[in-house]
Structure formats: C-alpha cells, structure tokens
C-alpha cells in the first residue's frame, strides 16, 4: 500500500485484475464503485474458468512502455496508461463470442452516455456485426440493482437519445436484472443464457 | 528510440501492438524475430478490422503496476510484466470465438515446445471445450513459411510427444501454408476459412 500525501492510498495492482486501484479513505466516488463492480466481475468470471462454464477475461490495461531499467531484470521505470480501442471483457461461452463493458453509476434517475467512449461503441457495433454477443453490464449502485443490458439498445440511445443519458426506468423496462450471490458475486451467465441462447 | 550502453536500442511502444520492442543492430534472434511475426500479425489484424472481416485484437501484455505518480498525470514510476494467461490474440470471425498464438522458430526442423507455457495449453483447452476456435500460427524463418496448425495437433505433441518439439515435416503434412502478401501481411482469414467453415 503506498500513501500519497493526498491522502490517496493505492494498492499494489495488476492490470489484469483491478486497474489501478485508489482507495478513497471517505467519500465513495464513481471510480471507486466502478473498482469494485469490476472486482467482482473479475471474480465471477474466475469462478465461471474453474467451473469450466465460460473463458471471460478482462483486457489488461493498454500501457505505453517508455522506460525500460534491463539492469533489473526488465523493470518498467517510465510509461502511461494508453486509451482502450475495445471494451474491458471478451471470451467464450457456449461456442459464441462474449463481449461487453461493465459501467457503474451513482445516479438514481439515469446512466450518463458520457460514461461510453466512441471507441467502445464502434467495437461494439463491430462485434454485433460479425455474429458476436455484445452487452453491458450496468451497475446502478444507489438503486443495488445490476442490470444486463444488450449492446444494441445502449448503441441506438448513443446515437439517437435527445438526453445524454439513459434514464433508470429503461433499464427497469428492456435491461436484465442480475444477481448476486456469494459465488459467483455476479452471476451474469444465466442472464446471457436467456436472452442468447433460448 | 533509446539507446542503451550496450548497444539495444528500445524504441517507444505500446503493449497494446508490439511488445516492448528490442532492436539489437546485428544478429537476429528469435525474439527478434518473434516481434517481426507479431508486428505483422498485428498489421493483419488491423486491415481485417478496416475491412470489417474480423476483429482480432492482441492482448496488452499484463503489466503488474508498483507505483503511479499522480503529480505529473498518473505517469507509471514502477512496474513489472507479468505473465500472461491467456493466449496473444483473440476476438470474433463470423460468430465464432477466435484465439491463437502467434510463434517464430530459426530452426530448420522443428518447433520447440519450451515456447509453449503449460497456461497457454490449458487456456487452449478451455477454448476448445467451449466450442472456440483454436490455432497457432508458426512462422519457420530460416524457411520464409507461415503455418497455421489447430491447437488440437499442438495440444496432442505438447502432452504425449517423446520429442520436446515438433517436426517441421508435421507442419508440412498437417499443417496449413499461410500467404504472405502486400496487405495483409500474414493473410490467415482464408486459411480459417477453410479449416473451420467448410
């Protein structure tokens, strides 16, 4: 754990798991709820592996290598964190290509489009065009609900949606909700098995 | 580009393309060799998604993140590579799950295992069982040929082979000839085709 003198405490981290985790030591904000959405997706996808269910990794975060120290047996001393060009999770399930991105909000009335990066919505487009499963996974933290929400829906609001957002109710109405449980923590693949594979 | 006093040069790159990219001025190794491979693979990859063929992405390489210095805008200070998990590249052709490794060999006659990692093989499996999609593809330099060999016959050799390699012979029998051309450079699509969707 390294303090800052901020205040900021990051945690060791890899960019396969979490990205960089900043543990705010008060106030929740938005990406720190989105950490932990991520974290328990990361978990359920591990335990679906185990289960030999579905392969569903998170995309190691794109790093831009600038400095390499060889002398310590290739340690990293200077790089960036690089924009994605696709979306956090991809894998296999059932012999069909999963993919989706996984967003949390604080809001109680509505999901800010803002949240969905141009390049996220053409990989999506892009997916769903070549026969691949494509959604999102929306975490509305204030309501405790989780809904599933099919990519196409979410890329017809990007494009067409007077509003910047997308309000709560349409996820109550065309979303899916998930569950939670111990293990998996959020059990998305019966979700899937509904809206894909029946 | 920096140069280093042993004369490597390590030109600014992205995990998300090429790894970290050593140039070594004189001979020609196989990692060397293996970047060429990648880098090309990754230029494939690049005309098929313009072309709207198949989006195929390789994997960032995982990097473990130590230290992150946010005075100067969240600029990576300490970090190390990790290994990786998973497979190089992945994504979606024709709504099938896509996966395969990507290897170079100087030798004339065979393929050693030893550049296979036990995760590699099971992530592989775990492809396989799920209905994906699974190949590498082995460029033999000292050859100037690309092969394209289901992981099924890789998978096969790597637990049950008396040799700790793969014949070139077998590559040539049971393997499938890739076309190198102007663009794209390694031209796999076709070679998929046939192997899986005929």
Redesign the interface.
């Given at each position: 754990m390294?303090n800052?003198p901020?205040g900021?405490k990051?945690v060791?981290?890899?960019?396969?798991k979490n990205s960089?985790k900043v543990i705010k030591s008060k106030s929740l904000s938005n990406a720190n709820r989105g950490m932990d959405l991520e974290h328990d997706i990361n978990l359920s996808n591990e335990y679906y592996?185990n289960a030999?269910l579905?392969?569903i990794?998170k995309?190691?975060?794109?790093?831009?290598?600038?400095?390499?120290d060889?002398s310590k047996?290739?340690?990293?001393?200077?790089?960036?964190?690089?924009k994605q060009?696709?979306t956090d999770y991809?894998?296999?399930?059932?012999?069909?290509?999963?993919?989706f991105e996984a967003k949390a909000t604080q809001s109680r009335t509505s999901f800010p489009l803002s949240n969905i990066t141009k390049h996220q919505i053409i990989?999506l487009e892009?997916?769903l065009?070549?026969?691949?499963i494509a959604f999102f996974i929306v975490e509305f933290v204030s309501h405790g609900e989780i809904f599933l929400m099919d990519a196409k829906f979410i890329i017809d609001k990007y494009y067409h949606s007077e509003r910047k957002s997308i309000v709560y109710d349409d996820f109550v109405k065309y979303g899916h909700l998930i569950n939670r449980s111990y293990k998996p923590r959020i059990d998305f693949l019966p979700v899937v098995d509904e809206l894909y594979f029946k």
């Open positions: 390294i800052y901020n900021k990051v060791k981290t890899s960019n396969q960089n592996i030999k579905a392969f990794y995309r190691p975060t794109p790093i831009n290598i600038v400095k390499v060889y047996g290739a340690r990293i001393t200077d790089a960036y964190f690089e060009s696709t991809n894998g296999v399930y059932k012999g069909r290509y999963i993919d990989h892009n997916v065009s070549a026969g691949g």
